[in-house]
């Protein structure tokens, strides 16, 4: 491991010619001959003040969110290969003054380990998981440069182009692709310039071969699953053609069919790349894959028109490859008659400029709804809070937002519907699938629901079993109506809504851990109206506003009694329990004021709002628990909340992986 070592390996005059080089180059733009620093630096000035990169910068900039970076640590090869290696080091780095990151090809570290204090001063200069560090964006770096010459680096005090990163030294090494050859990440060990080790260059080699050796077995894994899960969509589509694709386009496993309808040569198939067989397809293949969204085109061949699907392959959390499903025109049309004949198409009631209030809590949730609405790989979202904190209200807004919006918006109250029909309202039924069925087939709120948004509420109320289902159409999208086993293939983007219990549920085994993160790819924390004091009386003058109106009645005011009632009081039935008040109140109320006399019993016997901060004194003595309530309280940002507990972010990243 890193031994530390003082002597620097290049001698006070060579040290005070590349200072010398930067000052002259930064001042004039230029470099006198005798000065010029190595080429690879050099190259690296004159592209960065072409780009326009100020030398002066103190501070690289966030490009990644902390869910984005908890999906690359889960989902992605780099991710799941490079952090368990990173994490071998760990401990044996904290005895010394380095810190190593783990990013990805454009240069976006994502993870560190290290020296606590190292860590903490780098922060200074965002060199941690969020921050951009290709050359591109802050100039010849340990990362970016590896990035961008292809091969390992060393890059030191005032050879790093911005003056922020001149007391840092960086040794690093790309990351290749085992299949490809191609770059896809860094790994980077940087350490004060003062305390330059000979070893840590080697260590840097070592840990991006150890990643790669570990990208390999990955992929290997991945293709052998991707395979088999190819091998049963070819059993399930006997009438269509299929082809199943790896990561890279590549061709794996395919039907006859699939042949025939593409007008292709069997002899050039297999392991061929279909973005060199049919061009037209590679960009809409490389979206599905990249966005885990389906999509459609029309392929025209040498005898006919083909309308191809193109469906991601997802195992849990990672999309392996792509599949391309040749619908035969005739077997789709012998559908029709189960289709449902209601032509209506339910569209979004609500949009976020219906949602009041001006809280920090209410304002955070906004604005993460908004990144989902716009979000462009349409992920699943989860929102959870209590009961009447205004959950579908933010799924409607989200829909209304989306590129979805010209599409259905379908809710599902799961709670409400009996056990035993929930799976047909849910998948729909074919003809004589039970007694009391449809004698035409009905669909169900999946197929109502194509390319558009299906809302499905209380889902920690669902059985395991539908559960399991449930998982299995979220991964293939595609359901099986009850009574028929020819899958149909539908187009959705889900919104789930649970309340607070669904992470105790997880704990205790009553929600299945795999459809959780499923669903939980962007979580909505929705605050309760106790936490949002300052909106109480905005929303409450809002609906009374509006039950006046439609009653036709004169507004009502509320007293400075009645408002300080309200504040105080805990409201456990949220927004929905505040609009019966004042509902209530309009239909009661004789005169133009609200007073005390008017306010419920419960309202009057205050139980004031408890805002004592978490607080903690000792790693060892912090639980789970406690870090789960300090990402509620932050809206799940892990550097807030590894902030107010005291500790490393690695250690909530650990303890969610454990979770």
């Known amino acids: 491991m890193l031994q530390e070592n003082n002597n620097h390996p290049l001698d006070i005059k060579s040290d005070l010619h590349i200072v010398r080089a930067w000052e002259s180059f930064t ?33 690289a900039k966030t490009v990644i969110s902390e869910n984005e970076i908890e999906e690359k640590i889960r989902t992605e090869n780099l991710g799941r290969a490079g952090v368990p290696v990173l994490e071998e080091l760990s401990d044996c780095l904290e005895d010394t003054q380095h810190v190593v990151v783990l990013a990805d090809s454009a240069g976006r570290i994502f993870y560190s380990v290290g020296h606590r204090q190292i860590q903490d001063k ?23 440069t590896p990035l961008s010459i292809g091969r390992p680096e060393i890059v030191m005090g005032h050879e790093h182009y911005c003056q922020g990163w001149h007391p840092w030294v960086c040794y690093g090494a790309p990351i290749l692709d085992p299949t490809t050859q191609k770059i896809i990440g860094a790994v980077d060990i940087t350490g004060p310039v003062k305390n330059v080790n000979g070893e840590a260059m080697a260590l840097a080699l070592s840990v991006a071969k150890s990643v790669q050796s570990g990208v390999s077995i990955l992929q290997f894994q991945r293709r052998e699953i991707l395979r088999e899960l190819g091998k049963e969509k070819i059993k399930n589509w006997p009438s269509d053609g299929v082809m199943i694709l ?28 279909i973005s060199q067989l049919i061009p037209s397809m590679s960009e809409s293949v490389q979206k599905s894959f ?17 309308k191809v699907h193109i469906k991601p392959v997802v195992n849990g959390d990672q999309c392996l490859g792509t599949a391309l499903i040749m619908t035969d025109p005739n077997r789709a049309s012998t559908t029709k008659k189960y289709t449902n004949p209601c032509s209506i198409r339910p569209q979004s009631r609500y949009t976020f400029e219906n949602i009041k ?90 197929e109502l629901a194509h390319n558009g948004t299906l809302f499905l509420d209380e889902i920690n ?21 009850v009574g028929s086993v020819e899958p149909v293939l539908v187009n959705v983007r889900v919104i789930a809504a649970a309340s607070e219990t669904i992470h105790s549920a997880v704990e205790n085994n009553l929600f299945r851990l795999d459809l959780f993160h499923r669903l939980n790819v962007l979580e909505i924390p929705i605050p309760k109206l106790s936490e949002r004091e300052n909106d109480i009386i905005e929303l409450a003058n809002e609906f009374i506003q509006n039950e006046c109106r439609s009653t036709g009645r004169e507004n009502l005011k509320l007293s400075s009694e009645v408002i300080e ?27 133009n004021t609200v007073n005390c006399a008017d306010v419920p019993e419960r309202l009057s016997k205050t139980n004031v709002i408890n805002h004592q901060p978490i607080g903690v004194d000792n790693l060892r003595m912090i639980s789970d628990e406690l870090i789960k309530q300090t990402l509620i309280k932050t809206g799940n940002n892990v550097s807030k909340a590894a902030r107010i507990l005291g500790i490393d972010r690695t250690t909530i990243y650990r303890r969610r992986r454990v979770w």
């Open 27 to 59: 001042d004039c733009g230029e470099v006198n001959s005798s000065l010029t620093p190595r080429r690879v630096i050099h190259n690296g000035w004159l592209k960065s003040r072409e780009l326009g990169i100020r030398p002066d910068i103190q501070r």
């Open 122 to 144: 780098l922060e200074n200069i965002n060199f941690r998981p969020g921050g951009a560090w290709s050359e591109q964006s802050v100039g010849p770096n340990g990362v970016g």
């Open 246 to 273: 790896d990561e890279n386009g590549s061709i794996i496993e395919y039907n006859t069919k699939s042949i025939k309808q593409l007008n292709l040569d069997p002899s050039a198939f297999l392991n061929n790349s």
């Open 290 to 306: 990249n966005h885990k969204r389906q999509m459609e085109l029309n392929i025209q061949t040498e005898n006919q028109s083909v």
């Open 357 to 446: 209030g001006k809280s920090e809590k209410i304002n955070n949730t906004i604005r993460i709804a908004k990144a989902a609405a716009y979000d462009p790989s349409e992920n699943n979202v989860l929102l959870y809070g209590e009961t009447g904190t205004g959950k579908e209200l933010i799924a409607h807004s989200i829909h209304s937002e989306s590129a979805r919006k010209d599409g259905p918006f379908i809710a599902v109250n799961c709670a409400a519907l009996p056990r035993d029909l929930i799976e047909s309202e849910l998948f729909g039924y074919v003809a004589g699938a039970f007694t009391g069925a449809n004698r035409h087939g009905l669909k169900g709120k999946f």
């Open 461 to 481: 109320s669902m059985s395991m079993d539908l559960q399991a289902k449930l998982l299995r159409v979220l991964d293939s999208m595609e359901i099986n109506r």
């Open 565 to 591: 009632l309200m504040k105080n009081y805990h409201w456990p039935g949220n927004i929905r329990e505040l609009n019966n008040v004042c509902v209530r109140w309009v239909l009661s109320v004789s005169g």
